[in-house]
C-alpha cells in the first residue's frame, strides 16, 4: 500500500542551526501538507502546497520556514534558524485531490537543544 | 473556522470494553477523518468518513454530517489499541484547504 515517507525519523540540532525535514508524498498526489505536533498538544496545521506553491499557510509559519519540492518526490520543510520552541513533532501529509482523505507520514521527532 | 471538539479527553478500560468516542464539529463538513496516534507518535489513518458508516474489524465509525458529529467505536479493547485517537476535519467548499484536529482522547487499556 502506497504511504508517505519521512526522514528522518528524530533529528537533534542545535539552537541556531538551520534544519530540513524530508518528505515523500504518494506518488500521484497533488496536494502536500506540513503539520506539527508539539510534545501533549493537539496536531496543527503549518502549510498547504499546490502546484509548486503554497496555497495556504498558518500564522505559525513565518518566515523561518520555508517549502519546496525540488523534484518530482520529494516535499522539504526546512527551518532556517531553529529555536528550542521548533521542538515538536513534524508530520508530512499528501492527498490525491483537493479535501480528501489525507495521508500522514510516520513524522520527524525534532529536538531543539 | 471550524472547532472540532473531541470527548472524553481520557478513558481508561480494562481488556475487553468497548468504548465510544466522540467528536463534535462546529460547522458542516466535508471530509472527516479518524486517526490513532501510537505510543511511538505515529499517526495512522483509521477512517475516512464523511458520511455514514464503516467499519474495520474492531473498530466502526459513524458520522452524521447533519447533526455535526461523528463517533468512533472500539470493541473487545487491546492493549495495542491504547494511544490517542484524534479526528480531523475540513470545512466545505472555499479556499480553506487545511485540516482542524481535536485535542484528542487518550485511552488506556489495562491488562
Known amino acids: 500500500e502506497p504511504e508517505v515517507t519521512q526522514t528522518p525519523s528524530h533529528q537533534v540540532t542545535q539552537m541556531g542551526q538551520e534544519v530540513i525535514l524530508r518528505c515523500v508524498p504518494i506518488?500521484?498526489?497533488?496536494?502536500f501538507y506540513w503539520y506539527r505536533q508539539i510534545l501533549g498538544q493537539k496536531v496543527e496545521f503549518l502549510v498547504s502546497f499546490y502546484n509548486n506553491e503554497i496555497s495556504e499557510k498558518s500564522e505559525i509559519f513565518d518566515d523561518q520556514f520555508s517549502v519546496e519540492r525540488p523534484d518530482g518526490s520529494n516535499f522539504t520543510l526546512k527551518i532556517r534558524s531553529t529555536k528550542l520552541e521548533d521542538s515538536a513533532m513534524y508530520f508530512c501529509?499528501?492527498?490525491?485531490?483537493?479535501?480528501?482523505?489525507?495521508?500522514f507520514g510516520q513524522g520527524t521527532r525534532l529536538t531543539v537543544v | 473556522g471550524i472547532q472540532v471538539e473531541q470527548s472524553p479527553p481520557d478513558l481508561i478500560l480494562q481488556e475487553g470494553a468497548n468504548s465510544t468516542l466522540r467528536c463534535n464539529f462546529s460547522d458542516s463538513v466535508n471530509n472527516l477523518q479518524w486517526f490513532h496516534q501510537n505510543p511511538w507518535g505515529q499517526l495512522i489513518n483509521l477512517f475516512y468518513?464523511?458520511?455514514g458508516t464503516k467499519q474495520n474489524g474492531r473498530l466502526s465509525a459513524t458520522t452524521v454530517a447533519t447533526e455535526r458529529y461523528s463517533l468512533l467505536y472500539i470493541s473487545s479493547s487491546q492493549t495495542t489499541d491504547s494511544g490517542v485517537y484524534f479526528c480531523a476535519a475540513r470545512a466545505p467548499m472555499n479556499r480553506d484547504d487545511k485540516i482542524i484536529f481535536g485535542k484528542g482522547t487518550r485511552l488506556h487499556i489495562l491488562p
Open positions: 468518513i464523511p458520511s
Open positions: 501529509a499528501s492527498s490525491e485531490v483537493w479535501n480528501t482523505e489525507a495521508f
Open positions: 506518488s500521484n498526489h497533488l496536494y
